[in-house]
């Protein structure tokens, strides 16, 4: 008997046979990659590769599973499969081949093709697309980026990244109808980072617009009018002035942090989740709150 034992190996090494192979390689293929040995005791070669497979397999330490089958007992998926020489390797990822080779390889070539199998996926084609729409979106060509998001609903209707994206592209145009209208094209219960943003995005452009000069003057006359400060902040965050408003904000905390029970801390927070959680402005912004809290 060849190599490793499944005792030995527990569940990533063992033994297949016709009877268990969808089993053993068509459904585990659908948890993690499976890579299928065919091999015969009368095989030289066999006898040099199973040994390099199964070190490799434990050494990708759960990544990867490896079934081992002798042809001449187990001729029904070698035959279906077209094996006409082992040893034979087949790698099965969701229910299918995707990759394989024939013949003895040395160790380095059989750590890259399970490093092929379970190293990072390239991104796919609709991946790719929401990532150029979202580079577009940050240097300002709306266009182009309503139209990346746009192509990827074209496919799926329900992609929340791209529905958001979308989302965002009107209500920066100024139509915000048009993105409330795609935002609530989502899923019942979805939800999303970039969801959750543009929805608190439109929240704060939903709010009556005021003219600033009013507050502003009024706090030129008392600086410490905490209520004007906040209609500021108000105004300018549905203005898409969200760094102002957060810097007037935060100059209100550090005035008075639980003035009107901390409307101003609740209100930055949603300046922050409207910016985005990982935007500079928000985690600056929550640097900014902490030292002011916690000084």
């Known amino acids: 008997m060849l190599g490793v034992t499944p005792t030995a190996a527990g569940d990533l090494i063992r033994h297949g046979t016709d009877a ?3 089993t053993d390689v068509i459904e585990a293929s659908k948890v993690q990659p499976v890579i299928v040995d065919f091999w015969a005791t009368w095989c030289g070669p066999c006898r040099q590769l199973t040994p390099a497979l199964e070190k490799a397999v434990t ?3 759960g990544a990867v599973r490896l079934v081992k089958i002798d042809v001449d007992k187990n001729p029904v998926y070698a035959g ?3 094996v006409q020489s082992i040893p034979a390797v087949y790698a099965f990822v ?19 093709f399970i490093q ?19 580079e577009a979106l940050e240097l300002g060509d709306l266009a182009g980026a309503a139209q990346a ?33 795609l935002v609530a094209m989502a899923p019942v219960g979805a939800k999303s980072a970039e969801l959750d943003s543009i929805r608190a995005a439109l929240l704060l ?6 003219n600033t000069a009013g507050f502003e003057a009024r706090l030129v006359a008392d600086p410490s009018d905490h209520e004007a400060r906040f209609e500021l902040a108000k105004a300018l965050a549905a203005q898409g002035n969200l760094h102002w408003a957060a810097d007037e904000l935060l ?45």
């Open 20 to 22: 268990s192979f969808v």
């Open 59 to 61: 050494a990708a330490k």
């Open 80 to 82: 279906q499969l077209r």
């Open 94 to 112: 969701d229910g299918k081949p995707v990759d394989g080779f024939m013949g003895a390889l040395p160790d380095s070539q059989i750590h890259a």
């Open 116 to 134: 092929k199998l379970t190293g990072p996926k390239p991104p796919s084609e609709a991946e790719q697309i929401l990532a150029a729409g979202a």
């Open 149 to 181: 998001f746009a192509q990827v609903l074209q496919t799926d209707p329900e992609d929340l990244k791209a529905l958001a994206g979308l989302s965002r592209c009107y209500l920066l145009g100024g139509d915000i109808e048009r993105a409330a209208e």
């Open 205 to 210: 452009a939903q709010a009556p617009v005021s």
């Open 251 to 295: 100059a209100l905390i550090g005035q008075e942090a639980d003035w009107k029970d901390g409307a101003a801390r609740k209100q930055l927070l949603t300046i922050f989740e409207a910016a985005g959680p990982m935007s500079d402005l928000a985690k600056q912004g929550r640097r900014r709150l902490s030292a002011i809290l916690f000084s």
